[in-house]
């Protein structure tokens, strides 16, 4: 039986916009094209813990217009359990403009909507799923995200952290103690002013970290790099798999989610990273938010044809 995972995060409609570069102030570039893809980093995370065989809950709030409407359509059909979303009538839904470069790194703006009209009670609501994990973002209410980690305490249900956006007034130390605390490079740097360029470097700033927040493991998202896994004595850095990259867009929210969903699985901290790294690799391979997220079958077929040492 797959675990079930209650997704508390964000829920946006992404523009993305692709170009050979991005514009310095006051210049004009042409574009290649554009598309409006459902994105947000908890609809992405939800979207994940979905195709990859998950239980997946998500708790979220729309705009009464036509982006919410049209999310709730997508999300009816990706196999997420959606009792929980809700639509405020008074606020749009959120909103995040993507520009994408040739290399595949992107630029992002995100108007927030009615993702920070989530409340304390919507989430309390949602605990009646009983879920057996609870996966969070920090792009919803402060209030909302340290009430959750609280409910969950509570219950005795491990708390999953994908720690973006990162700003530094976030009080991280009102957090419960978590089971997994994942942030970014550049989340991390905001957090603690530590760059990890090196695994010196990462430990520097995990420890920093642990002097904020407590967690069981940290695991730094290192983009091209892969990923390092800190569980407060030891670390192992975890190496990427070569692929074409075409854009970067979701990929961290893949990663955090698969994580979840095989830690959960299998209670193996460092199988959970690597099956993440595969689903990572996979995300960036492909444009979009949602468009990019793997499917488990697709997982498998990578393992395969790239004779990768991971029993599925």
């Not at 075409?246 to 460092?270: N, P, Q, W």
């Amino acid at each position: 039986m797959n675990p079930r995972i209650l997704v508390v995060s964000s829920a946006n409609m992404d523009v993305a916009a692709y170009t050979y570069r991005t514009p310095v102030a006051g210049q004009t570039v042409i574009g290649d094209t554009y598309d409006f893809i459902p994105g947000g980093k908890g609809a992405n995370a939800a979207i994940t813990l979905s195709r990859l065989g998950g239980d997946s809950v998500f708790c979220a709030k729309l705009g009464h217009d036509p982006n919410g409407t049209a999310l709730m359509k997508f999300y009816d059909t990706s196999g997420i359990d959606t009792r929980f979303i809700s639509l405020d009538r008074n606020e749009k839904t959120g909103l995040a403009i993507i520009i994408v470069e040739t290399n595949g790194n992107n630029r992002i703006i995100v108007y927030p909507g009615a993702n920070f009209k989530l409340s304390v009670s919507n989430v309390e609501d949602a605990f009646t799923c009983y879920p057996d994990a609870l996966f969070l973002h920090l792009e919803i209410p402060v209030e909302t995200v340290i009430a959750a980690t609280q409910f969950a305490k509570d219950q005795g249900i491990p708390i999953f952290i994908d720690a973006g956006p990162a700003t530094k007034e976030f009080p991280l130390e009102e957090l419960a103690v978590v089971e997994v605390f994942s942030p970014n490079e550049t989340e991390t740097q905001v957090f603690t002013g530590v760059n990890p360029t090196t695994p010196e470097m990462c430990v520097k700033a995990c420890m920093a970290l642990a002097n904020r927040i407590k967690a069981k493991y940290y695991v730094i998202k290192l983009g091209e790099r892969g990923a390092f896994l800190y569980d407060g004595k030891f670390y192992k850095m975890l190496a990427p798999y070569d692929v074409d990259v075409v854009d970067t867009t979701a990929a961290g929210d893949a990663f955090t989610a698969a994580l979840t969903l095989e830690y959960m699985r299998s209670g193996d901290i460092k199988r959970a990273c690597e099956y993440a790294n595969i689903v990572g690799s996979l995300t960036v391979s492909k444009a979009g938010a949602s468009p990019s997220l793997p499917t488990a079958a697709e997982v498998k077929r990578f393992v395969i044809e790239n004779e990768i040492n991971f029993k599925l």
